[in-house]
């Protein structure tokens, strides 16, 4: 059974349909990519699936492990093990990396955070006192904003493009993290309009002007983005169908 | 009440005092010393009055207190008022530092007003943490306000905190006085909520060569809360250097204004200020309930990073 499906989902932003009629079907516990050129809609998926205020006003609908999630709020959607990891992660000026971890984490102790952090190759005696903010690097949050998640033992984990601002080594840690979460169980989709991110997927799904025009096996998707993607210039026109 | 039986109620309510013996301590019930202990370099006279005392602290000369001083001011019953006279000396090169609690976990209709003179000598670093711990009624009227005069080198941190039950009504007022090479920082940490009212005038007149000072005030507001914050800062010597920042977070019907006063009168001065005013932060709302936290429980998680 899919833990994710999306049933003919659309959205209107600002008088623009931003989402067209999307159907699909997310098979649990892998990795999976949703790749697309930017504009095409992948982020507004995302902040919809996880239900973020703003993009709560859909048709269609969505469901999770077979029950109808439309009409509930983050929180409650996150209660279910629904949750993502923003391209850019907030700062929280004033509160520790502890504290940040320890509020989402399913078991609170110092020995599950010492462990998130370690999954993301962040020494727990180094970062745990440190403050959530500008002293530390866009790759040191992405890292701890997934070791917040690890914690919090999550079923499905949206991630908004992985690589975007960070080092080759702190790619290869999230790659590990999303390994890990899936070894733990969960299912992972990273959002991206990289070729390297999507090579480090099961199975990729790929969206052009609000829809779905794709989907399956990740060398298949890969040269179809690197072929007929990346030399469009068709960007945020709508030629989905001419493409299908 | 037996003065043992008031001093455990009071010292109770703050979560106790340490009892070492290299750690001096002062306790205070409404007008009655309940009890004190000191260490060498520290000298206090007390004197009880009708509503409060006065009182003349004295860092002598060069001592340098290891341990915080702690220090208890309150006040259990429902109603009454406590003045607090303070005339603080750290005498040249002394090193000292304060925890003050004040306590009034019952508090119907109470004031509580400090009147401090604060002399940092020259060479000496004075700290002053207080921490305000009231109780649910909001039955408190606060009038802290202190004079103080920093000498050349010498440095002066003061810390007030107000994050535990109701504030009631606050008015702070302080003024500083900072001469050459002396450093100051003033930081106000206040939550208010229901019908709570703060005012927080702080000043900082940097008068000497290189003088500094940083004025922070971090306040959080919910519910029908208000809050005035008036930062002056007036740099008058060459190199003098001077920061004023204010957060404030406003939930609810509450209504926060800052007035951030900079002055600058001398060509080689430099101070800058920052005010920030506003509701919770969006993403950082988003990312603790897509953790699973209720939009409270997120509230709560970011204005406690605020105000640490």
């Known amino acids: 059974m899919s833990i994710l499906e999306l049933r003919n989902l659309s959205l209107e932003l600002g008088g623009r349909r931003i989402l ?66 923003w391209q850019e992660p907030a700062r929280f000026e004033g509160l520790t990396v502890r504290q940040f971890i320890r509020a989402g984490a399913k078991d609170k102790s110092n020995a599950r955070l010492d462990a998130a952090l370690d999954q993301v190759g962040l020494d727990p005696a180094k970062y745990l006192a440190r403050a959530l903010d500008k002293t530390l690097s866009g790759g040191e949050r992405k890292r701890i904003e997934l070791a917040s998640i690890l914690a919090m033992e999550p079923k499905l984990v949206l991630m908004d493009e992985p ?67 990346l030399p469009c210039d068709h960007m945020n026109v709508p030629v989905a169908e001419e493409l299908m | 009440m037996s003065k043992a039986e008031l001093l455990e109620k009071l010292l109770a309510s703050i979560g106790g005092h340490p009892t070492d013996d290299d750690v001096a301590r002062i306790e205070v019930h ?49 109603t009454g008022v406590q003045n607090i006279v303070l005339d603080i000396r750290a005498q040249a090169g002394s090193q000292a ?39 649910p009624h909001g039955g408190v009227l606060v009038l802290p306000k202190a004079k103080v005069r920093v000498e050349e080198e010498g440095r002066f941190r003061t810390e007030f905190e107000l994050i535990k039950g109701r504030v009631g009504r606050i008015d702070i007022d302080y003024e500083t006085t900072c001469l050459a090479h002396g450093v100051v920082e003033m930081v106000a940490r206040i939550s208010g909520s229901k019908n ?17 000072a940083v004025l922070k005030s971090y306040i959080a507001l919910r519910d029908d809360a208000r809050a005035e914050v008036f930062n002056t800062l007036r740099a008058s010597a060459a190199y003098a250097r001077g920061h004023v920042d204010c957060k404030e977070i406003v939930q609810g019907r509450a209504v926060a204004k800052a007035v951030p006063i900079v002055e600058v009168n001398h060509p080689l001065a430099h101070v800058t200020h920052e005010a920030a005013i506003g509701s919770v932060d969006s993403k950082q709302l988003q990312t603790l309930q897509s953790r699973g936290l209720t939009e409270d429980e997120a509230v709560d998680i970011i204005i406690q990073g605020l105000l640490s």
């Not at chain 1, 205020?53 to 859909?58: E, K, N, T």
């Not at chain 1, 048709?59 to 983050?74: Q, R």
């Not at chain 1, 290869?172 to 299912?187: D, P, S």
């Not at chain 2, 009212?197 to 060569?209: C, N, Q, R």
């Open chain 2, 196 to 212: 709570d009212v703060i005012k927080i005038h702080e000043t900082a007149l940097l008068e000497g060569e290189y003088a500094r």
């Open chain 1, 163 to 229: 690589d975007s601002g960070i080092d080759v080594e702190a790619l290869e840690k999230i790659f590990e993290a999303n390994r890990t979460l899936k070894a733990n169980g969960a299912t992972v989709i990273q959002i991206t309009h990289s070729l390297a991110v999507l090579r480090q997927s099961e199975h990729a799904f790929l969206m052009c002007c609000g829809k779905v025009i794709d989907k399956g096996e990740v060398g298949k998707i890969a040269g179809y983005f690197e072929n007929k993607c």
């Open chain 1, 20 to 85: 067209n009629g999307i159907t699909l079907d997310i098979w649990p516990n892998r990795i999976h990519a949703l790749i697309g050129p930017n504009g095409a809609g992948k982020s507004t998926l995302a902040s919809t699936i996880i239900g973020l205020a703003g993009f709560r006003r859909i048709e269609g609908d969505i469901l999770f492990e077979g029950a109808s999630i439309t009409g509930l709020s983050v929180d409650e959607r996150a209660r279910l093990g629904i949750t993502m990891a």
């Open chain 2, 97 to 135: 530092s304060v925890i003050a609690h004040c306590s009034f976990p019952n508090a119907v209709d109470v004031i509580h007003r400090m009147d401090a003179e604060i002399t940092v000598g020259a060479g000496a670093t004075y700290s002053y943490f207080e921490r305000h711990m009231h109780g």
């Open chain 2, 30 to 78: 409404h007008n009655q010393v309940l009890g004190s202990h000191l260490v060498p370099g520290l000298e206090v006279e007390v004197e009880e009055q009708a509503e409060g005392i006065r009182a003349q602290i004295t860092f002598r000369e060069g001592a340098k207190i290891a341990k915080p001083v702690h220090v208890c001011f309150g006040m259990l019953p429902e």
